[in-house]
């Protein structure tokens, strides 16, 4: 079975700060790893990928990702974080052989940017 | 291209009615999928379709759970006397590839 954990419920950090929001997962086989971000009222949008190559994935509005096979780690980071950045974010992750289509998605994390 | 549609935004019904929600995935994307995603946690698979085949469903539906997805167009999720558990937000999300394109959801509220 797959998982994906995301251990901080909430992450606080002032705005201009570097930001990172953890992830771990336990994926058979090599994985394929996203990060989504859902904002109040809205819909879940895709913020970047790792399927394969490159361990730092880089992708929306200047965020981006480490793939850390050895931590099995997928941790999100920005280097100056925003106050509009504050929303809620979601790991999410599967199997590249024999998980089918399912994504299986942490918890969240309700990221707080403040002035 | 306006997006992946879903209706209605809230729907409240008494336990033991049935449901149907509807959604409108991006025109071009052959890929469809169910989601189901309650308070402090995660979106927990449901089902998915490619085209109009369902190929894979999750043991979270039930046989009180099913979708339909005819011409490989909209979809529509079925839920038949429903419980107050199934009280949740269900999301529908549509893709062409790897990246999900996810609706604003429906919350059902079972009183």
């Known amino acids: 079975a797959q998982s994906v954990a995301q251990p901080e419920d909430q992450v606080n950090v002032a705005e201009g700060n570097p930001l990172t929001v953890k992830c771990t997962y336990s994926?058979?086989?090599?994985?394929?790893l996203f990060w989504y971000v859902q904002y109040p009222n809205r819909g879940l949008q895709f913020l970047l990928k790792?399927?394969?190559?490159?361990?730092l994935v880089k992708g929306s509005y200047g965020f981006e990702a480490e793939f850390n096979k050895s931590q099995t780690s997928f941790h999100l980071k920005k280097p100056s974080a925003l106050v509009s950045d504050s929303a809620l974010y979601f790991c999410?992750?599967?199997?590249?052989?024999?998980?089918?289509?399912?994504?299986?998605f942490g918890t969240g994390t309700q990221l707080k940017v403040e002035l | 291209d306006t997006g992946v549609s879903q209706d209605p935004r809230h729907k409240i019904t008494k336990r033991g009615q049935n449901v149907t929600f509807r959604c409108d995935p991006i025109?071009?994307?052959?890929?469809l999928y169910w989601y189901r995603q309650t308070l402090g946690q995660g979106p927990e698979f449901l089902t998915y379709?490619?085209?109009?085949?369902?190929?894979?469903k999750s043991r979270l539906l039930s046989d009180r759970f099913s979708a339909e997805r005819p011409k490989g167009s909209f979809s529509t999720l079925e839920i038949q006397r429903t419980e107050q558990g199934d009280s949740a937000m269900y999301l529908c999300?549509?893709?062409?590839?790897?990246?999900?394109?996810f609706g604003s959801g429906t919350q059902l509220s079972v009183l």
């Open positions: 025109s071009e994307h052959n890929r």
């Open positions: 790792y399927i394969t190559g490159d361990n």
């Open positions: 999410a992750g599967r199997s590249f052989t024999g998980g089918g289509n399912k994504l299986t």
């Open positions: 379709f490619q085209n109009e085949a369902q190929l894979e």
């Open positions: 994926v058979s086989g090599n994985p394929y």
């Open positions: 999300a549509s893709s062409s590839t790897e990246k999900l394109f």
